[in-house]
T-cell receptor
Framework: DAKTTQPTSMDCAEGRAANLPCNHSTISGNEYVYWYRQIHSQGPQYIIHGLKNNETNEMASLIITEDRKSSTLILPHATLRDTAVYYC?????????FGTGTRLQVFP | EAQVTQNPRYLITVTGKKLTVTCSQNMNHEYMSWYRQDPGLGLRQIYYSMNVEVTDKGDVPEGYKVSRKEKRNFPLILESPSPNQTSLYFCASMTGQGRRNEQFFGPGTRLTVL
């Protein structure tokens, strides 16, 4: 079973920040939180990951709460090309356990 | 260009006719994995391989076989396909080294078993 809970869908206006929440209340101390996205039926694409500190890269920022039970993926300036399904994943050793993700629709 | 390739991309076959979906990566990754994706179920792991000649079952291995004779290749074999194996299949690879441990996914193979 997936160890994360995400909203089924979200909308965001183009140019605005998209904030995608994720709950992972049973996460263990050494498990990382990963975010991937899948555009249409293409292969999932890595976005970012973190353990307990906030992380930022060229695509997004990841905010992890201090108790590590939840996190938020932030796309600072969403574009139409960011329309996709976003998966929050708690990685167990090498294995990615995918849930059903959040379908983000960016509108003009 | 670093990539994972899969062939074929689309396949329609009939029940019982053996088939192989190939997967190849050019990143010298140790770890490779197969997933299937079905509506409402997300991606589920079929088999994985930690290195050459080392393979193990994932969550849904029934009806599938794999082999890892070379580091770059990880074929998925359906000895006797059935309609419930109609799905979208993804191969992925990952280095065993380093902090990022990002999995790279192939473009997918859409399989229909009639």
């Amino acid at each position: 079973d997936a160890k994360t809970t995400q909203p089924t869908s979200m909308d965001c206006a183009e140019g605005r920040a998209a904030n995608l929440p994720c709950n992972h209340s049973t996460i263990s101390g050494n498990e990382y939180v990963y975010w991937y996205r899948q555009i249409h039926s293409q292969g999932p694409q890595y976005i970012i990951h973190g353990l307990k500190n906030n992380e930022t890269n060229e695509m997004a920022s990841l905010i992890i709460t201090e108790d590590r039970k939840s996190s938020t993926l932030i796309l600072p300036h969403a574009t139409l090309r960011d329309t996709a399904v976003y998966y929050c994943i708690v990685r167990v050793v090498h294995k990615l356990i995918f849930g059903t993700g959040t379908r983000l629709q960016v509108f003009p | 260009e670093a990539q994972v390739t899969q062939n074929p991309r689309y396949l329609i076959t009939v029940t019982g006719k053996k088939l192989t979906v190939t997967c190849s990566q050019n990143m010298n990754h140790e770890y490779m994995s197969w997933y299937r994706q079905d509506p409402g179920l997300g991606l589920r792991q079929i088999y994985y391989s930690m290195n050459v000649e080392v393979t193990d079952k994932g969550d849904v291995p029934e009806g599938y076989k794999v082999s890892r004779k070379e580091k770059r290749n990880f074929p998925l074999i359906l000895e006797s396909p059935s309609p419930n194996q109609t799905s979208l299949y993804f191969c992925a690879s990952m280095t065993g080294q380093g902090r990022r441990n990002e999995q790279f996914f192939g473009p997918g193979t859409r399989l229909t078993v009639l």
